[in-house]
């Protein structure tokens, strides 16, 4: 029943959040709220909250531990009395214990245990950075997305607007016989192709825009709307691949995570070898009891507490000395392991180089593309008014001036696109410089 009370006021309690929010979202609007309420950075957080509670735990294994024990027993028939004899009557025991024990020494167990602990937590820790990093490059790259579909489904506008008046200008000289039906046809043609387009690129923002509500945790699409960031343009020199290695490298945390988890390793093979030494531990107590037997004057309740109070005080020492190769063979375990490790430290390193790499060459080919672009459609936007004016003036045919018409708005698109690849492969490498989005 629980579960399903959960089912239903989940989604409630998600859309109270997201009315928290009013207004178009900012970029920063995005990250801030996907960081907040994302799932997997969520679960992260509480691996992180779990692996303090296990620092702490380790932490307290080497306090003395302290019990106390109460116990009542009965005897029906023939049983041992307090004077330790046989005697066929009823008898009845209280008994009263309070004991500690400490461990000694333990072959640096417990002092390899915590900073075992501690490492953990400072993985988690990393872990928990690592997912928010992952979330705030992917919100950001759908929020780029976005962004590029408004732009786009501005053109697709602005070409059905432009065939609209063009149909209306030759239905126009149709009237007046300086027309003809099949230009007509023709641009009723036109027209319904650039209004498929504008449907495609309707379909694709309402995609893009659903795939950032979904990054958010949002439970819908609907009323949702951006405002463009207040990214500029780049236009200095991008810093070579080598020297954004050398910082990301030494702050990324998914290379902080592979680094802490190999001095792990070395913890564990240092707690395996723990069992190479002797263990010594200390224990201490005290304790009374009270006996009745039917027919026997045993004395009294505080009589019996009084002179049957005991005390004791004991050391253990534990020398190993034959595991059938048991802690040799965990040790080597242990090592396996931290070479192991090692490994994945230096594929972690050479996985984020290539992706630097990467990112770099994405952003010289983006900003040559911007700016080659930007030309393009500087020309093709000077082309078309020259033979939109030939076409009026009846020096160019409907077929040219559709052409001219969509190599300037392809050129539109074009520059969109090439202006938020450039804006967001420049942000990427500064993301991995440390700067955030």
Request: with cysteine; charged share 20%; aromatic share 8%.
């Amino acid at each position: 029943m629980k579960k399903i009370l959960l089912a239903i006021c989940l989604p409630f309690c998600i859309s109270a959040a997201a009315q928290e929010h009013t207004g178009a979202w900012s970029l920063q609007d995005c990250i801030s709220y996907a960081l907040e309420h994302n799932i997997s950075v969520k679960q992260q957080g509480l691996a992180a909250e779990q692996a303090a509670i296990e620092l702490e735990t380790a932490k307290w294994d080497r306090a003395p531990g302290l019990s106390g024990n109460a116990s009542q027993n009965f005897s029906f028939g023939r049983g041992l009395a307090a004077d330790n004899t046989y005697v066929n009557k009823n008898t009845a025991s209280t008994g009263f214990s309070l004991g500690t024990s400490v461990n000694l020494f333990s072959g640096f167990r417990a002092s390899e245990t915590i900073r075992l602990r501690n490492l953990d937590l400072q993985s988690a820790n990393a872990e928990l950075l690592r997912a928010k990093n992952d979330i705030s490059m992917n919100v950001a790259q759908a929020y780029m997305q976005i962004l590029y579909n408004i732009e786009i489904l501005g053109v697709a506008e602005r070409q059905i607007a432009i065939d609209s008046l063009q149909l209306e200008r030759l239905m126009h000289l149709l009237s007046n016989g300086k027309a003809s039906e099949v230009e007509i046809l023709q641009q009723k043609a036109t027209m319904e192709q650039d209004r498929f387009t504008l449907v495609q690129a309707q379909n694709n923002l309402s995609l893009a825009t659903l795939t950032l509500t979904q990054l958010l945790e949002l439970p819908s699409p609907e009323g949702f709307k951006v405002v463009p960031p207040s990214m500029q343009i780049e236009t200095g020199l991008l810093e070579n691949p080598d020297s954004i290695f050398v910082h990301a490298a030494a702050t990324r945390p998914e290379i902080l995570s592979e680094q802490i988890k190999l001095e792990g390793f070395d913890a564990q093979v240092k707690i395996a070898k723990s069992a190479l030494y002797p263990s010594l531990s200390l224990s201490a107590g005290l304790g009374s009891n009270y006996y009745k037997t039917d027919g026997l004057d045993m004395g009294t309740f505080d009589e019996q507490i009084k002179n049957n109070f005991s005390q004791y005080v004991g050391l253990s020492l534990n020398i190993p000395i034959f595991d059938k190769l048991a802690t040799r063979n965990s040790i080597r375990s242990s090592r396996l392991a931290q070479s192991s490790q090692a490994l994945k430290l230096q594929y972690a390193k050479n996985s984020l180089y290539k992706e630097i790499q990467q990112a770099y060459h994405n952003a010289v080919a983006a900003r040559s593309r911007y700016y080659s672009s930007k030309q393009a459609a500087k020309a093709a936007e000077e082309s078309f008014t020259l033979v939109q004016a030939k076409y009026e003036s009846g020096k160019a045919s409907i077929t040219e001036f559709n052409e001219s018409k969509n190599a300037s708005l392809k050129s539109e698109s074009d520059l969109a696109q090439a202006r938020y690849e450039w804006m967001y492969q420049a942000k990427l490498l500064d993301f991995y410089k440390g700067i955030e989005f």
